[in-house]
């Protein structure tokens, strides 16, 4: 079956008790067993859940993996990757990581004794030279939040490979409908299903997908074991989402890219970070390794006064954190999304007081270019 007819239909058959079209909510914590020993494939909720089993079944089958596993947020699915290492394990990280992920790494896990290089891993020899004897992962976003910056997957991959290594890609900002990290080389996949993949701003949710059945087991341990699973009705929410997916993103990305020429083109702009234009120093990369480019963009106005000044008159577009809604999202990266990477880290990677990213949505592009010129016009 072809991509939007899985997000409809995978891991999502008929209930066979009424014929309901529908994936049920099971809201339930435990399950009557008929004998002991003897039960239908559930006996405790945290351990599994028929509406969370059917996402995971779906996810897999959309990122072209063999399993999938649902947890109750990106980063409750990222903290339990991180899991699978041991005291002295080394993981590459892209240094233009996500806050969150740079927080858990840096605060929370390098305490435990894990080590974390943080490298741009748009360069595959700077990638190379920072591997280790005791490398065991190397965790790539790609495109970078926020400046969009690509990774070669394929490039990383070969590179693992080498060295015993295993890559992980966070997948958030281009959901499976756009790129497809496994297919790539990848062995493991991780979404923030909050975002594109839920698509309604209504639900809060993770996962893993991997492509091997004994990294698959070690997921599920640690996914049982440290329990944050995902709920029923946030699975159910995801399920609901994805089935739109395919629609969703087709608009996102010719929204994002008419939004981005607008943005290239506007006097009081200074930078825009799009892998849709031809100006992004990785755009044949883009073409590459993408089906399309998304709705994700980030822009400088040159000052944290000029950042204000739009984020405050904007009207259509929402002043808030996270993204992949089906409403435009505004924010303000210094501040709100990286406000955890210290001043000169976000400092040298591009990340300055006057940069603005959106999360383009899939309204009238006309109303969102028009709300966006509005605002820029503040700039004194």
Excluded: W
């Amino acid at each position: 079956m072809r991509f939007d007819t899985r997000a409809i239909h995978a891991g999502q058959d008929p209930d066979p008790s009424t014929g309901a079209v529908t994936v049920p909510i099971y809201q339930t914590s435990t399950y009557v067993q008929e004998g002991l020993g003897q039960h239908k494939g559930y006996e405790y909720a945290r351990t599994g859940n028929p509406t969370r089993a059917a996402l995971e079944s779906c996810m897999a089958s959309l990122e072209s993996g063999s399993h999938g596993v649902c947890f109750a947020s990106g980063m409750a699915a990222i903290t339990t990757l991180a899991m699978l290492l041991s005291a002295g394990d080394h993981t590459i990280v892209s240094d233009n990581t996500y806050g969150g992920t740079f927080r858990v790494f840096d605060k929370v896990m390098r305490r435990l004794g894990l080590e974390f290089s943080y490298v741009d891993t748009s360069d595959p020899e700077l990638v190379r030279a920072a591997m280790r004897p005791s490398t065991k992962m190397i965790f790539v976003e790609t495109p970078t939040n926020p400046v969009m910056r690509l990774t070669d997957i394929a490039a990383m991959s070969e590179i693992a490979r080498e060295r015993g290594a295993i890559v992980a890609v966070d997948n958030t900002f281009m959901s499976p409908f756009f790129q497809r990290p496994i297919e790539q080389g990848a062995d493991v996949v991780v979404h923030s299903t909050t975002k594109y993949l839920n698509g309604h701003s209504d639900g809060v949710g993770g996962a893993i997908v991997v492509n091997d059945a004994d990294l698959a087991d070690r997921l599920y341990f640690l996914q049982n074991a440290a329990g944050a699973i995902l709920s029923p009705m946030d699975s159910f929410l995801v399920l609901r989402g994805i089935k739109t997916l395919g629609l969703r993103m087709r608009q996102h990305d010719s929204n994002g890219r008419k939004v981005a020429s607008f943005l290239s083109e506007h006097p009081k702009v200074q930078s825009v970070y799009y892998p849709g234009l031809a100006s992004h120093p990785q755009h044949v990369l883009a073409l590459r390794q993408m089906s399309g480019f998304g709705g994700m963009i980030a822009f400088e106005t040159g000052s944290l006064e000029n950042a204000r000044a739009v984020l405050e008159a904007v009207q259509l577009c929402a002043l808030a954190e996270s993204l992949g809604g089906v409403e435009t999202l505004i924010c303000h990266p210094a501040s709100m999304t990286h406000a955890s990477v210290p001043p000169a880290d976000r400092e040298r990677l591009g990340i300055s007081d006057g940069m603005v990213r959106i999360s383009v949505g899939i309204e009238d592009v006309d109303d969102i270019v028009e709300d966006i010129d509005r605002a820029l016009s503040a700039i004194a």
